[in-house]
């Protein structure tokens, strides 16, 4: 596995240097979350990149915003 | 190592915030530049109702005015809330259940339960704050989600100990074979970055985060900080990352107008 002392998993690597700007909290994340996921199920192809970012950076917000669409599109 | 036991703290998203709302009837504008609209006739303009001198709600969400009666009413419309946050902890906690396979159904209906106590407690102590910019149903389910989120994330991880290494070096990586990258000279500079160019605050949240995988509530719960911060923390660590590896050679320079 970790054989050389300085092989990482490729994964790691993408996450350790994932690039998140534009910079949201989490706060701001929620506080825009509603208004997001139903402007996503309007149009899935919806682009708004400072939450894009922080979903791709965030697990547990993107977490949310998978499902609030998921309650959306009548799937919950 | 540090190694971290189960503390409980409130989220930022449990406790009430101040408003900034324009008082005067017309149209003002909300924080993010969107229109609040706090005029029956604007309202009605756009199939909305206005329930309160700044509550706008869609066409059949008027029982929200109802929230705070003390009579039946209130009642009634207190059940209609609850049941749609119910709708939305139950559906979050099936989509999680992977994370609490123990749980019983029964086990995953008291976690909604409580997730919905914990989340009508949450939008009633936020009301003032709904501006209309979603409907009604879909901000109450946001809560709902975050809240049951929460508690799955909380429940997995009760009888977890949460380490915060302090090297990438002692940390079990055991991912698949073919997941890693051949003693790369980007993952050599990696390897420095995190152990010379981080603070030694940033390299605990971005380890526990990313290679130990701990849910960033979680930590957030047993650090007796916020989601807020670890996740400004982690925004720092990369960055920092990032500009050492570019420095260094290893990264492209990003496109020039991007944003840090
Ligand atoms: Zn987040």
């Known amino acids: 596995m970790n054989t050389n002392g300085h092989d990482l998993p490729q994964t790691l690597l993408d996450k350790l240097l994932l690039d998140t700007s534009p910079y949201l909290s989490c706060d701001e994340c929620f506080e825009r979350l509603d208004r997001y996921a139903e402007r996503v199920v309007a149009d899935p192809q919806h ?26 599109s009548g799937r919950g | 190592m540090q190694t971290l036991h189960r503390v409980r703290a409130d989220h930022p998203h449990s406790t009430p915030r ?3 709302v324009d008082e005067k009837r017309g149209v003002a504008t909300g924080p993010c530049g969107n229109m609040l609209i706090v005029s029956d006739d604007l309202a009605q303009g756009i199939g909305s109702s206005v ?30 809330l609850h049941h749609l946050i119910l709708r939305a902890t139950r559906h979050q906690v099936w989509r999680l259940r992977d994370q609490v396979v123990a749980a019983s159904a029964g086990e995953l209906e008291d976690l909604a339960q409580q997730a ?52 990438l070096d002692p940390v079990d990586l055991g991912a698949a074979p073919e997941a890693h990258a051949q003693g790369s000279d980007l993952a050599r500079a990696v390897r420095r970055a995190i152990a010379e160019d981080l603070t030694p605050h940033q390299r605990k949240i971005a380890l526990a985060l990313l290679v130990e995988e701990v849910p960033i509530d ?30 260094s050679g290893h990264l492209d320079q990003p ?3 991007s944003a840090s």
């Open chain 2, 218 to 247: 979680v930590l957030a719960e047993r650090l007796d900080t916020n989601r807020n911060a670890l996740y400004k923390t982690l925004h720092d660590a990369r960055r920092r990352l990032r500009e050492s590896l570019m420095a």
């Open chain 2, 255 to 257: 496109a020039q107008g």
């Open chain 2, 51 to 80: 329930v309160s001198d700044s509550v706008v709600v869609a066409a059949g969400e008027e029982w929200v005015a109802d929230l705070n009666d003390p009579g039946p009413a209130g009642h009634e419309a207190q059940a209609k």
């Open chain 2, 116 to 167: 919905a106590s914990d989340a009508m407690v949450a939008v009633l102590g936020k009301l003032e704050t709904f501006e209309g910019r979603s409907k009604f149903s879909t901000w109450v389910f946001k809560f709902g989600v975050f809240h049951a989120g929460v508690a799955v994330r909380r429940q997995a991880w009760r009888y977890r100990e949460v380490t915060l290494p302090d090297t």
């Open chain 2, 18 to 20: 101040l408003r900034l």
């Open chain 1, 47 to 72: 682009a708004d990149l400072p939450m894009q970012v922080h979903l791709n950076a965030c697990g547990a917000c993107a977490e949310e915003a998978e499902t609030l669409i998921d309650l959306l």
